[in-house]
Nanobody, 126 residues
Framework: QVQLVESGGGLVQAGGSLRLSCAASGRTFNNYLMGWFRQAPGKEREFVAGISRFGGSTGYADSVKGRFTISRDNAKNTVFLQMTSLKPEDTAVYYC???????????????????WGQGTQVTVSS
């Protein structure tokens, strides 16, 4: 079992930046591939970014490439999502996810993750 707690969401103007954090507790953090997903009202949950167990491989949705950066600090059991040049369409609840068996090839598939945080709201005003 692993427990995930997101933080860092809030209200920001378009063009601004936010840094989300996801703190993990439980089993060895570096056993888990980590992902960030988001869900806007009335829409399905979508992949944002993922990072391999030791950070050597990352993946991003096309909509956030060049604007968002995922990173992890295994010593602090934390994964981060640095978001820049935010747009109103980035408004959503952002979720952190973890899984022991998911691979980098399938890090964008929400159903492959067993553990989820409660989410943090990000609102970008125009």
């Amino acid at each position: 079992q692993v427990q995930l707690v997101e933080s860092g969401g809030g209200l920001v103007q378009a063009g601004g930046s936010l840094r989300l954090s996801c703190a993990a507790s439980g089993r060895t953090f570096n056993n888990y591939l980590m992902g960030w997903f988001r869900q806007a009202p009335g829409k399905e949950r979508e992949f944002v970014a993922g990072i391999s167990r030791f950070g050597g491989s990352t993946g991003y949705a096309d909509s956030v490439k060049g604007r968002f950066t995922i990173s992890r600090d295994n010593a602090k059991n934390t994964v981060f999502l640095q978001m820049t040049s935010l747009k109103p369409e980035d408004t959503a609840v952002y979720y952190c996810a973890a899984d022991f068996t998911v691979s980098t090839d399938t890090m964008n598939v929400a159903s492959r993750y067993d553990y989820w945080g409660q989410g943090t709201q990000v609102t970008v005003s125009s």
